[in-house]
């Protein structure tokens, strides 16, 4: 097989550059060693940047996340038995963010592959890439007990954290740098009504809790717990009366319980690995960096990444010019270590850390006090949670 682009990974990030791609008239075939049932299976978070916003209606897959997804303009934050609200809007200029979760955003671009009859290679099993150093890269795979082979121009790594992409990089060509924190998310989804219309976050002596939502009926919350803890030891009715003690009065009195659709705890960590180009191969997304998802920006750094390899592909094809791919990892790395840096500050805000104490939780209580009467330091959480534009090549 041929293609210009080769595109390891079926998650949000190839499909959406597959989709920017297509669009662009460049041909393009993606390789996935989960099924398409597993993909649309991950359950993960959905607050939507702009840009995010804007690269989705870009490749044409917008239109139901305009409809149905909600409009958020603030957030707020819960500290010593009160709520403080950042009003993002107002202190922006206008910008909000989108809820509308990213398995939603998945369906429709796996949606849109299939109704233009684009090349998707589900269970694609023992996946390896050759040749990237030089200028015939090849992606290998195994399916229905033959070996494959796809000649491209260029390899994009979608495919993850654990994925093949980064792990084919000689060691000696990748630095990486890492933060691995003492905690972990439980996190329960459940059909009931927020509990609130904005996201709460809540900095407590017992630990963080978030309380967020998928729809106005489906929400999703999560408390700190040690990052040893095992999801078997909670029940729903321990998860709901721990979360409870973690609200203020009224958002208790508001809270609805019910049966977990799904109940998980999620380490958090923070990873980068530099660069993200090794010759004809790109990285993008989870493959290249990984945030704490207290600030919201893991899918939208990913989605960030493939717009700017949409548009250096676009150049190179348009003009037969190297410069927009040769500064490609420059322009998201710049983007990705302010998000690192925000989503690093804002975990260190909200959580209780096992070696701080007394003393730390009250660090903690000052800098938010701060923060929410502060114009200046409001607008700088404003300003990093609705996210940054995209810089142009």
């Not at 029940?235 to 659709?261: C, H, Q």
């Not at 920006?297 to 150049?315: C, H, M, P, Q, W």
């Not at 037969?320 to 998000?339: F, I, Q």
Request: aromatic letters at 10%; glycine letters at 10%; one cysteine or more.
């Amino acid at each position: 097989m041929r293609t210009q682009v080769a595109i390891i990974g079926a998650g949000p990030a190839g499909l959406l550059l597959g989709q920017l791609l297509f669009r662009a008239g460049i041909d393009n075939v993606i390789v996935e060693r989960q099924s398409a049932d597993y993909v649309l299976g991950r359950i993960r978070a959905g607050v939507l940047e702009q840009v995010t916003m804007d690269l989705l209606q870009r490749a044409g897959v917008d239109a139901r996340a305009q409809a149905e997804g909600l409009p958020h303009q603030g957030i707020e934050l819960l500290f010593k038995g009160a709520r403080h609200r950042i009003d993002m809007h107002g202190l922006t200029g206008g910008k909000q963010v989108t809820v509308y979760g990213q398995t939603e955003v998945t369906h429709d671009l796996m949606n849109a592959r299939e109704a233009e009859g684009l090349r998707t290679i589900y269970g694609a099993a023992n996946v390896s890439l050759h040749g990237f150093d030089g200028e015939r890269p090849t992606v290998r795979y195994e399916k229905d007990g033959a070996t494959h082979e796809i000649q491209c121009d260029f390899i994009a790594g979608c495919d993850g954290y654990h994925g093949v992409s980064r792990t084919s990089v000689p060691a000696g060509a990748i630095h990486t740098y890492e933060k691995v924190y003492p905690f972990g998310w439980l996190g329960v989804l459940a059909d009931v009504p927020p509990v609130s219309h904005e996201l709460i976050y809540a900095n407590t002596q017992r630990g963080f809790a978030l309380c967020s939502m998928r729809s106005t009926t489906r929400s999703r919350f999560y408390v700190q717990v040690p990052v040893e803890e095992r999801v078997e030891n909670w029940s729903d009715e321990a998860f709901w009366n721990e979360l409870r003690l973690r609200l203020d009065p009224e958002a208790r009195e508001r809270l609805v319980t019910g049966p977990s659709l799904e109940k998980s705890i999620a380490p958090l960590r923070s990873f980068v690995a530099e660069p993200m180009r090794f010759g004809r191969l790109f990285l993008a997304g989870d493959a290249a960096h990984i945030v704490p998802p207290t600030g919201a920006k893991g899918l939208n750094l990913a989605t960030a990444d493939v717009g700017f390899l949409s548009r250096a592909f676009e150049i190179f094809y348009r003009e037969r010019s190297t410069s927009a791919l040769d500064r490609y990892s420059e322009l998201c790395l710049r983007r990705v270590w302010k998000a690192e840096r925000f989503s690093w500050w804002f975990t260190s805000l909200m959580h209780r850390f096992p070696d701080t104490g007394e003393f730390g939780q009250k660090i903690q209580e000052a800098e938010l006090d701060y923060l929410v009467h502060s114009h200046a330091a409001s607008t700088s959480l404003a300003e990093n949670y609705v996210g940054l534009p995209l810089e142009d090549f």
